[in-house]
């Protein structure tokens, strides 16, 4: 009878590293630029911060297109915020480097994608080639 409480213990803890693992760990990471189209702050009882970015790009028809990626930063990034904030406000491009996990809880933020560094580039008007 001790075996089997030692397996099916064995099991739980193993299923609970996994399952932790899913819900906490990094499927990737990289960056992204552009604009901030967007930041605000979100939820009924739990805030959380959402924002978008406008990477722009160029259509397959050669015409302007605005694709905006979505993004979260976690409440505890204080300076990131700050940082978005500034750049939503100057219009200054960005590069956002970010953590994209497997699953994500509502009260951490709304996507997969978590900026946790911002590089900011002084916007000097439109630059043509």
């Known amino acids: 009878m001790r075996t089997v409480k030692f397996i099916f213990l064995g099991i739980v803890i193993i299923a609970l590293a996994i399952l932790s693992y899913f819900l906490f760990g990094n ?3 990289g960056n992204r ?5 967007k930041l605000s702050r979100r939820g009924v009882l739990i ?4 924002g978008q970015l406008n990477i722009g790009g160029i259509s397959t028809d050669g015409s302007h297109t605005s694709p905006l990626w979505d ?8 300076e990131v915020i700050k940082q978005l904030e500034d750049a939503a406000l100057t219009g200054d491009h960005v ?3 970010y953590k994209e ?11 997969k994608y978590f900026v946790y560094k911002v590089e900011t ?4 008007g439109n630059r043509t080639q």
């Open 101 to 111: 996990k497997f699953y994500t809880l509502s009260w951490r933020g709304e996507t």
């Open 95 to 97: 590069k956002l480097y």
């Open 33 to 37: 630029a552009g604009t901030i189209a």
């Open 27 to 29: 499927y990737s990471e």
């Open 47 to 50: 805030k959380t911060y959402e």
């Open 121 to 124: 580039a002084p916007n000097h």
């Open 71 to 78: 993004f979260s930063v976690s409440n505890g990034e204080k």
